[in-house]
C-alpha cells in the first residue's frame, strides 16, 4: 500500500517469521530509538506473535527524511499506513514516546476500524493525563547528549563518537520536541485495556504517574514494574518479555 507517507516496507520492519495465526504486536520505539531496537523481542516473541518493528523518519535508512516534529502528525502517518482491518489482533506496544504514540494510534484505529487494537502495553512512560514541563528539544546539543547519558539507554560507543552523534541528534530534537509539546486532550480515552510496564527507579516516571495510565481506558488496565531505570527492559529480557506474553494472553482472552 503507497499512500502519502510512504509504503509499508518504509515503515515497517519485521525480523523473523510469524505462525499464520500470530497476534501483530506493533512496536513503537522511544525517542531516538529506531526499529532494530526490538530485534531481541521479536526473537523471543517468534513465532507466536509477530513483532511489526516502526522506523521512524530521520534515522538509519531514512535518514535523509525529516524527522517529525508533532506527534499527532507521526500518529496519523503511522495509522495511514498500517491499513488495519476490522478482526485484525493486533496490539500496540511503545516505550517512552512510543507509549504515547500507541495511545495515539488506539485513538485513530478504534474511531476508523472499530475493534482494533486488541490493547495497548505502555512501557516507560507516564500517563498523557500526567504533564511535566520538559524542554529537553531547546538545549544545545551538550543538554541532549547529557539527558541521553542521564538515561543510559544509548551505546556509549555512540556517545563517544562525535561524528555519528552529529547524524543521530537531529532526529533526537525533534523527537523530543513531539513529545514534550503532546498535550493530551482532556476526557479522550480509548476502550482498548491498557498494560504498563515501568522501572522502578525510572526519573522520568513516578509510580503514580505509571498508574493514572488508568484514567484513559475504558477497558481492564495492569501494572507491573521492574527493577531498573528507564530503559529497565534493556537487561531484564526475559521478564519482560513473559510480562508481554502473559498481556496478549489476557487480552485475546478478554475480547
Do not use: C
Not at 505462525?19 to 521479536?42: K, R
Not at 485513538?107 to 505502555?122: F, H, N, Q, S
Not at 551505546?155 to 523530543?176: F, K
Request: glycine letters at 8%.
Amino acid at each position: 500500500m503507497t499512500t502519502a507517507s510512504g509504503t509499508q516496507e518504509t515503515w515497517f520492519r519485521r525480523f523473523q517469521q510469524a505462525a499464520p495465526d500470530a497476534v501483530q504486536l506493533i512496536a513503537l520505539p522511544h525517542a531516538g530509538g529506531s526499529a532494530p531496537y526490538f530485534l531481541p523481542l521479536a526473537r523471543a516473541l517468534a513465532p507466536a506473535v509477530d513483532v511489526v518493528s516502526v522506523q521512524y523518519p530521520g534515522r538509519q535508512d531514512r535518514r535523509l527524511e525529516p524527522a517529525a516534529e508533532d506527534l499527532n502528525v507521526l500518529a496519523d502517518q503511522i495509522f495511514d499506513v498500517l491499513d488495519a482491518k476490522p478482526g485484525t489482533p493486533l496490539v500496540l506496544f511503545g516505550h517512552s514516546m512510543g507509549a504515547v504514540l500507541a495511545f495515539e494510534l488506539a485513538l485513530r484505529l478504534e474511531k476508523e476500524v472499530g475493534d482494533v487494537p486488541l490493547g495497548i502495553i505502555a512501557s516507560g512512560r507516564r500517563s498523557p493525563t500526567r504533564h511535566r514541563d520538559e524542554i529537553v528539544h531547546e538545549r544545545g546539543d551538550a543538554g541532549i547528549i547529557a539527558e541521553m547519558k542521564e538515561l543510559a539507554g544509548t551505546d556509549p560507543g555512540v556517545l563517544a563518537d562525535e561524528e555519528l552523534l552529529q547524524l543521530v541528534l537531529p532526529a533526537l530534537r525533534a523527537d523530543y520536541r513531539a513529545v514534550e509539546t503532546h498535550r493530551h486532550r482532556p476526557g479522550e480515552t480509548v476502550r482498548a485495556p491498557i498494560s504498563v510496564l515501568t522501572g522502578e527507579s525510572d526519573p522520568r516516571v513516578t509510580l503514580e504517574e505509571a498508574r493514572a495510565w488508568e484514567e484513559v481506558t475504558t477497558g481492564a488496565f495492569s501494572l507491573r514494574s521492574f527493577p531498573g531505570g528507564h530503559f529497565y527492559l534493556n537487561g531484564r529480557q526475559q521478564e519482560v518479555t513473559a510480562a508481554i506474553k502473559e498481556s496478549i494472553a489476557a487480552f485475546r482472552a478478554a475480547r
